[in-house]
C-alpha cells in the first residue's frame, strides 16, 4: 500500500490497522520508506497518538523485524532495566554487574542519546577498545559466563526500530508515549528477557515532565509488555536535578566505577556514592530480583545488593565484562590512564551565596549537547570527553564564587558557553528559605504485574 495513504489515515485521526503498521515496519527496514515519509508518519501519531492495540501492533511488528534471542538452558533469570532517559542516568553502568553479581543474567541492549539525554551506548564507547556490537556467539558466550553484558542495539535486532529511533531524535517527535513504548519494548522483546524492571524519568529534565505523563507512560509500558508475556514493574523517579555529580560520556563512566569500587580518594573532590544515585540504583535493583526469584521481598534484595557493592563482586562483573568485550582489563585499577579528558576544564561560579533550590534539567543537557556530548543530528559524531563534573546538589549551599560544576570542554569558548547556560539553569535563594526536596523515588506504577 502506499506510503502517503498510510501517512494520510494518522494525519487524519484515524486508527492503523495491522497490515498498515506491518506494511511501515516493512517500509523501514527494506528502504522503501523514504526519510521524509518515516518523519511524517513520526509527526502525525505524536500528533494524533495512538491506541493500545495500535501500540501493541507496532511493538511486535518492529520486534519481529529482524533476530529474536533466545536463552536456552540459563541457570538463572534473564533480567534487564531501562530508563525513560535522564540527564546524568548512568545506573545501567552500575546495575547490570550488580544483578549478575546477584544470581541474574542481563543481556542488556542499550541505546545512543536522545534528544538531551545521554544513552548508556555512548558511555560505553568511552572506554578504549570496548565493542558495542559484539557478535550473537560472543555476546550468549559473556551473558552466560560473565553473567552481563551491556551492548548497542545489533543491526538484526529491531532494525526498524534502529531507523525509527534516529529519525525521531531529529525531528522533535521524541514525546511520544506510544512511540516511546513500542521503541523500548521492540527491543526488549526481541532479546529474549523474562523480567524487567522500568525507570520512568519524571521532571524538568526527562521527556515526561509531567506527573500525568509519566503515570500514562509507566502504565502503557507495564500493561504492553505484560500483555506480550514479559513481566515487567516501573518505577518513576525524579529529573528535576541531574542524577549524580557528573554528565557527559567519559565523566559518567568514571562516575561508575567509582560507585562500584567505592573510591572516594580522589583528591578536591566529592567522589563517594551520591545519595540519590544510590537510592535509585538500589530500587530499581531489588525490583528486578524479586521479579526474578532471586529475592523474597525488596527489603531483602537491597540488603543483598549492598553486600555485592560492598565486597567488591559487583566491580568484579563490571571488570570481567569490560575485558570481555574488549576493553581494557585494569580499567578500574586505573580509569584516567583510559577514559578521554578533554583539554580544558574551568569551573562554573556561584554568582551569589544561598541554597541551590532549583535545576531547569533539561538545559543542563542540551548545554552538553552543544558541547559535543549529544547529537543535533542523526549520525554526529561524538566528543566523549566533554561535560560537567562536580555538579553541586538541590539542596545544597553555596558561597558566591564557590563552583556549582567544572566544564571540560574542547575549548575555552565553549567553556564560556556551557558557563552561562549552567548559570542560567541554576536557582539560587538566600539560605533559610523555603525549600522541600522531591523523593527520587515518586511512586511504583499501579499496574504492577506481581
Wanted: proline share 4%.
Amino acid at each position: 500500500m502506499l506510503a502517503q495513504e498510510i501517512i494520510r489515515v494518522k494525519r487524519d485521526g484515524y486508527a492503523l490497522s495491522v497490515d498498515q503498521v506491518q506494511d511501515f515496519v516493512k517500509g523501514l527496514v527494506d528502504g522503501s520508506w523514504s526519510e521524509g515519509q518515516v518523519a511524517a508518519l513520526a509527526m502525525a501519531i505524536f500528533l494524533r497518538g495512538m491506541g493500545r492495540d495500535e501500540c501493541v501492533a507496532l511493538t511486535h511488528a518492529m520486534m519481529h523485524s529482524g533476530r529474536v534471542m533466545t536463552w536456552s538452558n540459563m541457570p538463572g533469570p534473564v533480567l534487564d532495566k531501562h530508563s525513560s532517559g535522564g540527564v546524568g542516568d548512568k545506573v545501567s553502568l552500575m546495575l547490570a554487574p550488580m544483578i549478575a553479581a546477584c544470581g541474574g543474567y542481563v543481556p542488556m541492549i542499550s541505546g545512543r542519546g536522545l534528544g538531551h539525554t545521554g544513552g548508556t551506548c555512548d558511555k560505553l564507547e568511552a572506554i578504549p577498545g570496548y565493542t558495542t556490537t559484539p557478535p550473537p556467539e560472543l555476546l550468549d558466550q559473556i551473558v552466560r559466563t560473565v553473567g552481563c553484558a551491556i551492548i548497542g542495539q545489533t543491526s538484526d535486532l529491531a532494525p526498524a526500530d534502529r531507523r525509527f529511533y534516529a529519525t525521531r531524535d531529529v525531528t522533535a517527535t521524541v514525546e511520544s508515549v506510544p512511540l516511546i513504548t513500542a521503541s523500548i519494548l521492540s527491543k526488549k522483546l526481541a532479546a529474549g528477557l523474562q523480567g524487567l524492571v522500568m525507570d520512568v524519568k519524571c521532571g524538568n529534565g526527562a521527556f515526561a515532565d509531567s506527573r500525568a505523563m509519566a503515570d500514562e507512560l509507566a502504565n502503557s509500558i507495564v500493561a504492553v509488555a505484560n500483555g506480550s508475556g514479559l513481566k515487567t514493574t516501573a518505577l518513576i523517579t525524579d529529573m528535576n536535578q541531574v542524577l549524580g555529580r557528573e554528565v557527559g560520556n567519559a565523566l559518567e563512566v568514571a562516575e561508575a566505577i567509582r560507585y562500584l569500587t567505592g573510591d572516594s580518594s580522589v583528591a578536591g573532590r566529592n567522589t563517594g556514592r551520591e545519595a540519590r544515585l544510590h537510592e535509585v540504583t538500589l530500587a530499581l535493583g531489588a525490583e528486578l530480583l524479586v521479579l526474578g526469584g532471586l529475592a523474597a521481598n525488596t527489603t531483602a534484595a537491597r540488603a543483598q545488593l549492598q553486600v555485592v557493592l560492598d565486597s567488591g563482586a559487583a566491580a568484579e562483573r563490571f571488570a570481567r565484562m569490560v575485558s570481555a568485550l574488549g576493553g581494557p582489563a585494569d580499567l578500574l585499577e586505573r580509569p584516567a590512564a583510559y577514559l578521554p579528558a578533554a583539554p580544558v576544564v574551568l569551573p562554573v561560579l556561584a554568582p551569589r551565596s544561598g541554597v541551590l533550590t532549583a535545576m531547569q534539567t533539561r538545559d543542563i543537557g542540551l548545554a552538553v549537547v552543544e558541547l559535543g556530548g549529544g547529537r543535533r543530528k542523526a549520525g554526529d559524531a561524538l566528543d566523549l570527553r566533554v561535560g560537567l563534573s562536580q555538579m553541586r546538589q538541590l539542596g545544597e549551599h553555596l558561597e558566591a564564587g564557590e563552583p556549582i560544576a567544572w566544564v571540560h570542554a574542547a575549548d575555552r569558548a565553549s567553556v564560556v558557553r556551557a558557563a552561562a547556560q549552567l548559570q542560567a539553569a541554576c536557582t539560587i535563594t538566600e539560605a533559610g528559605s523555603p525549600w522541600s526536596a522531591t523523593p527520587c523515588v515518586m511512586a511504583s506504577t499501579a499496574a504492577d504485574s506481581r
